[in-house]
């Protein structure tokens, strides 16, 4: 046998061109349905016409353009971002802790995040401004801040840098910052309403601005995950083996955490804490596709901003007027659809 | 004979206790050597301590360099650690498990070359590992899976290899297959191989040189009969053992109970 007869796993171009069209799919969707449903072959020909030397008449009203560049546009777009950020850091945290129920959230970065979208909330009047808005400013502050007080206890442990040390630092730090945030939160009553409707998550007060704030963390990020992909692979076989193959164990997983934590707190930021979508993605992938990471995360990434996308579609025409939280949309909808992919599974353990 | 591995005082302490107490060793290139010692004598410990996966005091040189001072990169591409017991994580191929040994080879950004899947798929060949090339490592038999570990650590082409209780789990026939794939491996490679043995009479058969530790201290090395003596392994295995010729040359280890055993009479 030769090299050329064997084949381990690896991402087929066709399954990433297949998740492409998908996304693109909902994109498309997305970007027509809607309070004011567009046709697509004028959002088509409006694309064009923005297109340099290129000027055709894409026979939408100005009121139909606005929506379609300045609302409809920038959402998707955000949304396909936030959900590809959550999906493959969802996926990087996983590898890194060798822990199925791993997410970004994990280390402390939700309730940190929470922690500082709750101040902006409470004293967001009174604090000076600076050129980026106090909410996603503090709300990044305060989800690095939370991972960063982690991994400084996890790392002083006297019983080692283990993953688990790390993690049950983690579910300290979040008590604690939680237990602060809901003190604050019910001392001042009156921005109960908006803390909640954060931290359930939500898409809708965006423009181009928070679009261009988070893309380079997301792409950096993304692309620091991506090329760690190989080396998860091999911290799949634990730590000390993974020292006999020559990788340092901690050095990987504090690289990965990073950029994931760095990306997370990014999108939280503009988005708010929505969940579930660096669990079932990942997963869904890896029962469908393998389990290698250089097979999960890319795909994460592409299947997490199509999911992201359409939940965002469902929120808000489902109960139109009124939205949905989007927080809500991507347990209700995808619970289901994770029992599903669950059900017809060979399983995880076997 | 050159040295391929040498240990200068080495010393491993967790939480204030001695694990390994300035241990001294010498393995030629292409020995075979054993090490046996009771439970919690500091075996496993010491050939982590070779990989690297523990922390040290005193020396360990490969080819006479430092392992202290070389990249784990390179470290592992001279060392390979058969583990006793493996982790095996669930939906990998047996085909992506044995290349992971390619890793110290591979460049993270490019992936492995066709040079280092010729490497795996000459070395599942050896070890008639073909058919389960796309089997998850998860549903292998206590044997084939053996073989998927030994298989992961020939892949990293490294002149040492360290194998840890090789043969705990399997019965008396696989048991076999297994260390006469690693002679086999040894002289065609030749491979300079440490192994940790549980079985007396399997440590007497299959590596040159044996080390006796106990309490994380050499107390006994030499050939076969030199180590396995009654009253060794009556002080450090609190075991009573009968040494007894095999008729071929070699010898066995056999228990011996100490006492009669307890009558049956009272049910």
């Known amino acids: 046998m030769t090299g050329e007869e064997i084949r381990p796993s690896r991402l087929h171009w066709w399954w990433l061109v297949g998740a492409l069209v998908a996304l693109l799919g909902a994109g498309l969707l997305a970007i027509l349905l809607g309070a004011v449903d567009l046709d697509a072959r004028s959002v088509l020909l409006s694309v064009l016409d923005r297109v340099p030397f290129v000027d055709v008449d894409s026979g939408l009203n100005d009121r139909q353009e606005a929506i379609l560049w300045e609302l409809r546009m920038p959402r998707v777009a955000l949304g396909g971002i936030v959900g590809a950020m959550l999906a493959v850091a969802g996926g990087s945290y996983q590898g890194s802790f060798r822990n199925p129920l791993a997410d970004p959230y994990l280390l402390g970065a939700a309730a940190g995040a929470g922690l500082g979208a709750t101040i902006a909330f409470v004293y967001g009047g009174v604090l000076p401004s600076g050129p980026i808005d106090t909410l996603p400013l503090l709300a990044f502050v305060g989800g690095v801040g939370g991972v960063a007080v982690t991994y400084a206890i996890g790392y002083s442990a006297k019983a080692g840098r283990t993953p688990v040390t790390l993690i049950l630092a983690g579910v300290a730090v979040a008590a604690f910052l939680t237990a602060v945030q809901t003190y604050?939160?019910?001392?001042?009553?009156?921005?109960?309403?908006?803390?909640?409707?954060?931290?359930?998550?939500?898409?809708?007060?965006?423009?181009?601005?928070?679009?261009?704030?988070?893309?380079?963390?997301?792409?950096?990020?993304?692309?620091?995950?991506?090329?760690?992909?190989?080396?998860?692979?091999?911290?799949?076989?634990?730590?000390?083996?993974?020292?006999?193959?020559?990788?340092?164990?901690?050095?990987?997983?504090?690289?990965?955490?990073?950029?994931?934590?760095l990306g997370t707190a990014a999108v939280v930021a503009v988005s708010g804490l929505i969940g579930f979508v660096g669990i079932i993605i990942p997963h869904a992938v890896r029962i469908v596709f393998g389990s290698s990471y250089r097979v999960v995360l890319p795909l994460s990434v592409v299947f997490g901003a199509t999911f992201l996308i359409l939940a965002d579609l469902l929120a808000r025409t489902v109960a139109a007027p009124a939205e949905i939280p989007i927080g809500v949309v991507t347990a209700f909808f995808g619970a289901p659809f994770f029992a599903i992919v669950l059900r017809s599974s060979r399983g995880l353990g076997s | 004979m050159t040295v391929a591995l040498s240990l200068n005082g080495v010393s491993v302490r967790f939480n204030g206790s001695r694990i390994l107490d300035s241990v001294d060793m010498e393995i030629d290139r292409g020995e075979w050597l054993g090490i046996i010692g009771p439970n919690g004598a500091g075996k496993t410990t010491l050939l982590r301590a070779i990989t690297g996966a523990v922390g040290f005091e005193g020396s360990i040189a490969i080819d006479g360099i430092k392992t202290s001072g070389m990249k784990r990169r390179d470290l592992a591409r001279s060392v390979a650690l058969v583990p006793q017991h493996p982790v095996l994580p669930p939906g990998m191929r047996v085909v992506d498990y044995v290349?992971?040994?390619?890793?110290?080879?591979?460049?993270?950004?490019?992936?492995?070359?066709?040079?280092?899947?010729?490497?795996?798929?000459?070395?599942?060949?050896?070890?008639?590992?073909?058919?389960?090339?796309?089997?998850?490592?998860?549903?292998?038999?206590?044997?084939?899976?053996?073989?998927?570990?030994?298989?992961?650590?020939?892949?990293?082409?490294?002149?040492?290899?360290?194998?840890?209780?090789?043969?705990?789990?399997?019965?008396?026939?696989?048991?076999?297959?297994?260390?006469?794939?690693?002679?086999?491996?040894?002289?065609?490679?030749?491979?300079?191989?440490?192994?940790?043995?549980?079985?007396?009479?399997?440590?007497?058969?299959?590596?040159?040189?044996?080390?006796?530790?106990?309490?994380?201290?050499?107390?006994?090395?030499?050939?076969?009969?030199?180590?396995?003596?009654?009253?060794?392994?009556?002080?450090?295995?609190?075991?009573?053992?009968?040494?007894?010729?095999?008729?071929?040359?070699?010898?066995?280890?056999?228990?011996?109970?100490?006492?009669?055993?307890?009558?049956?009479?009272?049910?």
């Open chain 2, 99 to 267: 290349l992971l040994g390619r890793t110290p080879h591979v460049r993270a950004v490019t992936g492995p070359s066709l040079h280092d899947l010729d490497v795996v798929a000459t070395i599942l060949d050896a070890l008639s590992l073909s058919e389960f090339m796309d089997r998850d490592v998860t549903t292998l038999s206590g044997g084939e899976l053996q073989r998927v570990v030994v298989a992961r650590a020939l892949a990293q082409e490294s002149p040492i290899l360290l194998l840890d209780e090789p043969t705990t789990a399997l019965d008396i026939g696989k048991q076999q297959d297994v260390l006469e794939l690693v002679d086999r491996l040894r002289r065609e490679r030749t491979l300079t191989v440490v192994s940790a043995m549980h079985d007396l009479t399997i440590a007497a058969q299959f590596p040159d040189r044996l080390v006796m530790l106990a309490g994380g201290v050499v107390v006994a090395e030499g050939d076969g009969r030199t180590v396995l003596d009654p009253e060794l392994i009556r002080s450090y295995y609190s075991a009573s053992v009968k040494i007894l010729d095999d008729g071929a040359g070699g010898i066995v280890v056999v228990p011996l109970r100490s006492q009669e055993p307890m009558s049956d009479s009272k049910n």
């Open chain 1, 184 to 261: 604050l939160q019910q001392r001042n009553a009156e921005t109960l309403r908006e803390v909640y409707g954060w931290i359930l998550g939500r898409l809708s007060t965006v423009g181009w601005g928070e679009v261009w704030l988070v893309l380079p963390y997301v792409v950096v990020s993304t692309i620091v995950i991506l090329f760690g992909a190989r080396r998860l692979d091999v911290l799949s076989v634990g730590d000390d083996e993974a020292v006999t193959l020559g990788v340092d164990p901690s050095r990987v997983r504090l690289v990965m955490v990073l950029a994931a934590t």
